[in-house]
C-alpha cells in the first residue's frame, strides 16, 4: 500500500528526489515519514510530515539538505535530498503513521513501503 520510488546511483553533491505513493485508504489522515537504513547500521530516521503538511521535522544529519512535502491530491510524499554525501547511502523508506501527526518513533507506524535504494558515489 506504499510504494518508494526515486532512489539511484548519484555522486556526491548530487540530488535526488524520492517519491512514496500510497493506496487505499492510507495517506491523507495520517502522518508520513521516511527512514533509512544502510548495511549493517539501524533504521533511522530522516523526516516527517504531518497530515496537512503543517508540521514537518528532519534529523540533524539532513537539515538543510533534505525536504519532505506531500501532495494529498496525488496520494505521495516526497523526499528532496539535495547535497547528496556518500553517507546517505542507504534503503530509504516511507511509513505511514498511526495518527495525524508528524512523528520520529519507530513504533508509531501503520504501514511501511519496501524502499528503495540511495547509493551516492564519492
Known amino acids: 500500500q506504499l510504494q518508494a520510488s526515486g532512489g539511484g546511483l548519484v555522486q556526491a553533491g548530487g540530488s535526488l528526489r524520492l517519491s512514496c505513493a500510497a493506496s487505499?485508504?492510507?495517506?491523507?489522515?495520517?502522518?508520513m515519514s521516511w527512514f533509512r537504513q544502510a548495511p549493517g547500521k539501524e533504521r533511522e530516521f530522516v523526516a516527517a510530515i504531518s497530515w496537512n503538511g503543517g508540521s514537518t521535522f528532519t534529523a540533524e544529519s539532513v537539515k538543510g539538505r533534505f525536504t519532505i512535502s506531500r501532495d494529498n491530491i496525488k496520494n505521495t510524499v516526497y523526499l528532496q535530498m539535495n547535497s547528496l554525501k556518500p553517507e546517505d547511502t542507504a534503503v530509504y523508506y516511507c511509513?505511514?503513521?498511526?495518527?495525524?501527526?508528524?512523528?520520529?518513533?519507530?513504533?508509531?507506524?501503520?504501514?511501511w513501503g519496501k524502499g528503495t535504494l540511495v547509493t551516492v558515489s564519492s
Open positions: 487505499g485508504r492510507i495517506f491523507s489522515n495520517n502522518g
Open positions: 511509513a505511514a503513521a498511526r495518527g495525524a501527526q508528524a512523528t520520529t518513533n519507530l513504533n508509531n507506524f501503520r504501514a
